[in-house]
């Protein structure tokens, strides 16, 4: 059946997808979600998501099942029976049977050369992976279904069904890319980097997938882009993809292709201006520097020759990540724009290509791929049915009109070559127009671009990013999730979540860390206060700084300054720590090891997500000894007095009863939740943990510790933190601190 209006094709597999659930469930499905087992997706899988959520991957509806990925493995394609005509419908949405076959294979093939595939945790490439502690969970569970949850916590899909099966990195490379590059950003980050396992299943979005980063007005889904193309009365669509501003020549070949398909008899084809907004390498251009460029291009229309008419025109992101994986990967681009419309695809000189790095085998810093076999492979590959390319000719920039055009051959004189490399440079440089009636030969010597190259507007913006690109938070490189600090409505939020600018000061209180009591009631030592650092769910590392004034929750960063994740898992536990504490490192305990310099850190058990910041009254549970990297390292586990267990749970054992398997969570978690960032695995002093007493004593010992630090009368000592070993450059200038 038809299912698209007229002049535009069918979605691969004819059918359309919209996984979002809908609006009279979305409060049920929510609910459900947070009985789930939670796992964590990094955003370049959130990328992924959404294309499959939003139908780009057509007729996919989940992440890869062993079966299907095999089938884009070998065939860049997958077989198809959308109207059960030979007991293969919904083929893809079952659990792989490696048992029994069907004895009638299914009717159709359609294009699908890209593995879409979700690893069940992050790990650094070639080291100690991570463990089965998601894949442990998820077999554990008496659901069939598990909640996928991103880097900053928020829970944005249901994984129904799952299938975990060995993530064979070599087998997925191999025959992916054929190339041996282990340096290649792709492969290096998301394949090599992946966990042991892969996990497959259908996905419903619980609502659309925002990244607030000011360019969601242009991320509409393949629905929504199918209804703008009907509304501009288009008989067909091409396709045009960016990753680099447009200039003229691109505005050219989009032009010139429109004008031959009125040749061909389209009475009214429209352009699909399609920047890839997806994850893309450090050195591309970024995304929001590209869109604003195509919105002036846009805003030019047809008074400038790098213009393109808005009338004629539709831009719109298209949202999944570079593979960089060159004659594979060009094929899913093709593919994908076909499930929003488009009956043909632009595509110039080695597609989805790239210089491979200095660990490639054979093209170092050379092409990974030949030019031309992108566009050989596209034309020739299985399942891609009526989909038609269009290919790019080379243009060049005539002096005599300041019009970028295909070159004529009897005044060669006439036309300069205008290279990636020379635009960077020039804008570099801060070039500026030309005289358009002398052009120099030597244009970077002139420091001037010619006026006819690409809108004005346009090129002030693309200066401006390269003068500025070491400024890394102005851009926004790839969609990327911004959202708001989940804090206390008590504290400050500064800078932006999940960057090294991130700081969180309370409203009342010089410093969180000096000047809040250990405990709220002198009286009773058995329930500390806990500030919470991490709320549950969140994987991004944040951590009260000490030296910093006020000591303000940040950022945690990794040795090379990036902002640190955890990688094993989704916590799934509130993190934090007791104020008025301090672990000295010149404390040595039995095992010879020094505290870690830090306050008493705390993992509250409860069952709800605690806001950044927050202080809560936190009854002690009981404590682990961490040996972390040869320094002591407490952690006191804790339950909110206010969670709907805590009358229940007064101790580990009764946290066992109530909520079993905890314990032995935690103990995984603090042992192992660093071999997914390459580091060996963590010891504890012992595996049970101290009773409510032991724990209150070392939370007593580590109060005097930091009256210690603080010099206080009475402690025991006279001399303040400045002369204590480790704390040097400590902000100790609060009232909490200073007074007696």
Request: aromatic residues 8%; charged residues 25%.
């Amino acid at each position: 059946p038809k299912l698209t209006p007229p002049g535009l094709p069918n979605p691969d597999g004819d059918e359309v997808v919209d996984l979002h659930v809908p609006s009279h469930v979305k409060a049920a499905c929510k609910a459900e979600a947070e009985t789930l087992s939670k796992v964590l997706i990094t955003d370049i899988d959130l990328n992924w998501l959404q294309v499959i959520g939003e139908g780009w991957a057509s007729p996919l509806k989940g992440f890869m099942r062993e079966g299907t990925l095999l089938e884009t493995l070998r065939f860049n394609s997958i077989v198809v029976d959308p109207f059960d005509l030979t007991g293969n419908g919904g083929k893809h949405e079952r659990t792989t049977d490696f048992a029994n076959f069907s004895n009638r294979q299914a009717p159709d093939r359609v294009s699908m050369s890209v593995p879409i595939t979700l690893s069940l945790c992050m790990s650094v490439p070639f080291t100690l992976s991570c463990t089965s502690f998601s894949k442990d969970a998820i077999e554990a569970s008496d659901k069939d279904s598990i909640a996928l949850v991103t880097e900053m916590g928020q829970t944005v899909a249901i994984l129904r069904n799952p299938e975990i099966y060995e993530n064979r990195k070599e087998e997925i490379i191999a025959r992916m890319f054929g190339v041996i590059d282990p340096g290649h950003p792709y492969i290096a980050k998301h394949i090599n980097g992946g966990g042991d396992y892969l996990i497959g299943g259908e996905i419903e979005l619980l609502d659309r997938i925002r990244y607030n980063d000011g360019l969601d007005k242009w991320r509409k889904t393949a629905g929504e882009l199918m209804a703008e193309f009907k509304s501009k009365g288009a008989d067909t669509v091409y396709a045009f993809q960016t990753r680099n501003p447009t200039h003229a020549g691109h505005a050219y070949l989009m032009r010139s292709a429109g004008e031959d398909l009125v040749k061909q008899g389209y009475k009214k084809p429209v352009l699909w201006l399609s920047p890839l907004g997806g994850w893309t390498k450090e050195d591309d251009v970024p995304l929001d520097v590209r869109v604003k460029q195509h919105e002036q291009v846009l805003e030019a229309g047809v008074s400038h020759p790098g213009g393109l008419d808005p009338e004629k025109t539709v831009m719109a992101i298209w949202p999944a990540p570079m593979v960089y994986a060159g004659p594979t990967e060009v094929q899913f681009h093709a593919k994908s724009r076909r499930s929003a419309g488009a009956s043909y695809f632009v595509v110039g000189r080695d597609p989805a290509g790239m210089k491979g790095s200095m660990q490639a085998e054979a093209h170092r810093d050379d092409d990974l791929y030949d030019g031309d076999h992108g566009r050989y492979v596209l034309q020739n590959s299985p399942g891609i049915g009526g989909m038609k390319m269009l290919s790019f000719v080379k243009v060049m920039y005539d002096i005599t009109d300041n019009v970028m055009k295909i070159p004529d051959d009897s005044r060669p004189d006439d036309f300069i070559s205008i290279s990636g490399t020379k635009m960077r440079l020039l804008a570099r440089n801060g070039a500026v127009p030309c005289s358009v009636t002398d052009i120099p030969t030597d244009l970077v010597e002139a420091n001037c671009i010619p006026s006819g190259f690409m809108v004005p507007n346009g090129w002030n913006g693309v200066v401006d990013y390269y003068k500025n690109v070491s400024d890394s938070e102005r851009w926004v490189p790839w969609s990327r999730p911004v959202i708001p600090a989940p804090a206390d409505h008590k504290t400050t939020p500064t800078g932006k979540l999940g960057s090294t600018s991130f700081k969180l000061k309370h409203n009342e209180f010089d410093s969180f860390w000096h000047d809040l009591q250990p405990h709220p009631d002198r009286n009773d030592k058995s329930v500390i206060n806990l500030i919470t650092e991490i709320p549950m769910y969140m994987a991004a590392k944040m951590e009260m700084n000490k030296k910093e004034p006020g000591n303000a929750i940040m950022q945690d960063i990794n040795k090379d300054g990036s902002p640190r994740y955890y990688s094993y898992g989704t916590p799934f536990f509130n993190y934090g720590y007791i104020p008025q504490t301090w672990e000295d490192p010149s404390l040595i305990s039995p095992q010879g090891n020094g505290g870690d310099n830090d306050p008493l850190d705390v993992m509250e058990v409860g069952s709800v997500a605690l806001k950044m910041g927050s202080i809560h009254p936190c009854r002690i549970l009981g404590s682990l000894e961490l040996i972390d990297e040869g320094e002591t390292d407490h952690k006191v586990i804790c339950i909110n007095m206010a969670d709907p267990d805590a009358n229940s749970i007064h101790n580990m054992a009764d946290l066992e009863k109530v909520k079993p398997g905890t314990e032995a969570r935690l103990l995984d978690w603090l042992k192992r939740y660093k071999t997914s960032d390459g580091k060996g695995e963590n010891t504890l002093a012992q595996d049970e943990p101290t009773s409510v007493a032991e724990a209150m004593e070392i939370v007593a010992e580590t109060h005097l510790r930091w009256k210690m630090l603080c010099g206080k009368a009475g402690s025991g000592t006279g001399y303040a933190g400045q002369t204590l070993k480790g704390a040097e450059g400590f902000w100790l200038d609060s009232p909490g601190c200073k007074g007696q």
